[in-house]
């Protein structure tokens, strides 16, 4: 699986990640579930919660987005859709923590144009 890409890459999973983003009502759902700690709280578990609440909901709602999904994934493995949909859940899913966890990529997407 690839653990790097290019900037061609980066730039070709951009509408399918806005697709997605779109699709999932994610901005409205980050307005209603604004990260607080409280009081007492630990920080640190305090963002692992709320990021594992985030994934809960994107799991339950990825139906919603499901070809931007595979478009995404096929991009990222330099596959077709069809490889993608034919190939096992564990190794989508893989891709899909692998391109979450990529911090040069979430950086990429979190910039302000």
Known sequence: ???TFSTEQAFDMLPHAADIYTKLNVKEY??????????????EVSKKVA????ISYILKNSPKAKEAFFELV????SKTVEEVKAQSLVKTMASVK????????MDFFKQPV
Do not use: R
Request: hydrophobic content about 40%; aromatic content about 6%.
């Open 1 to 3: 699986m690839t653990t």
């Open 30 to 43: 980050l307005k209603n579930n604004v990260f607080e700690v409280k009081k007492g709280e630990d920080p």
């Open 51 to 54: 990021g594992a609440e985030l």
């Open 74 to 77: 096929a991009i990222f493995e």
């Open 98 to 105: 692998a391109i979450a966890k990529n911090e040069e990529l």
